[in-house]
């Protein structure tokens, strides 16, 4: 079965610019997070679905980030007028509910480089 | 929130060695621990997890031990191979902060196997 896929898998944007990241998790898995994993840094949460459930946003860094998940399926991060500090691995997972014990299968990320 | 501290960055062991991460976490809450190995250029995998109602967990050459009481977690691996070449990432799950279900990252541990 396919994994969870991301795309584009490599973006370079001009400051100041909008991005869109996409994210297709596994088929059937109702949790999908987001993070950033900056360089020599772990990987920073951003923001989670579960379900039809209201979104946690507690870790999108500004206003300039927003994510949606349409149907439940398909989410993307959108990051408004691109900052060189917005340069990093985007990495989506999803795992099959949102318990706190389930794995998190990963995507293979977006890296986003910012000029 | 959660905070997840590990050590060390960067670990060269040669070909047959043993290799041990270790972590630390603060949230006496968590009791969820997964062990997550990420490849160049791949998402994060995880190889081994470990609850807070058991002291150690071992599968193979992989082994996770933790010490409820100390508030920290250790990664062994055993006969290193050149394929266990990678960055290394513990998590913690938190009840604050990573989403509600969601896992709090260490900044991850750069092995590398010298032959």
């Known amino acids: 079965g396919a994994g969870v896929s991301q795309s584009p898998s490599n973006k370079v944007t001009e400051k100041g610019k909008d991005v869109e990241l996409r994210c297709d998790p596994i088929s059937g898995h109702t949790a999908l997070y987001w993070y950033r994993q900056s360089l020599g840094q772990g990987l920073e949460f951003l923001i989670y679905f579960q379900g039809n459930s209201a979104p946690d946003k507690s870790g999108l860094p500004s206003d300039r980030f927003s994510a949606e998940r349409t149907g439940g399926s398909v989410s993307t991060l959108t990051i408004q007028r691109t900052q060189q500090e917005d340069s990093a691995v985007y990495l989506c997972?999803?795992?099959?509910?949102?318990?706190?014990?389930?794995?998190?299968?990963f995507g293979p990320g977006t890296r986003l480089t910012v000029l | 929130g959660e905070n997840v501290e590990q050590h060390p960055s960067t670990l060269s062991v040669q070909e047959g060695d043993s290799a041990v991460i270790k972590c630390t976490y603060s949230d006496s809450a968590s009791n969820y621990f997964p062990w997550y190995k990420q490849e160049l250029g791949k998402g994060p995998q995880l190889i081994i997890d470990i609850r807070s109602n058991v002291g150690e967990k071992k599968d193979q050459r992989i082994a996770v031990t933790l010490n409820k009481t100390a508030k920290h977690f250790s990664l062994h691996i055993t006969e290193t191979q050149p394929e266990d070449s990678a960055v290394y990432f513990c998590?913690?799950?938190?009840?604050?902060?990573?989403?509600?279900?969601?896992?709090?990252f260490g900044k991850g541990t750069h092995l590398i196997i010298q032959p």
């Open positions: 997972a999803s795992s099959l509910q949102g318990s706190r014990y389930n794995e998190q299968f």
């Open positions: 998590a913690a799950n938190s009840y604050s902060g990573g989403g509600a279900d969601g896992l709090t």
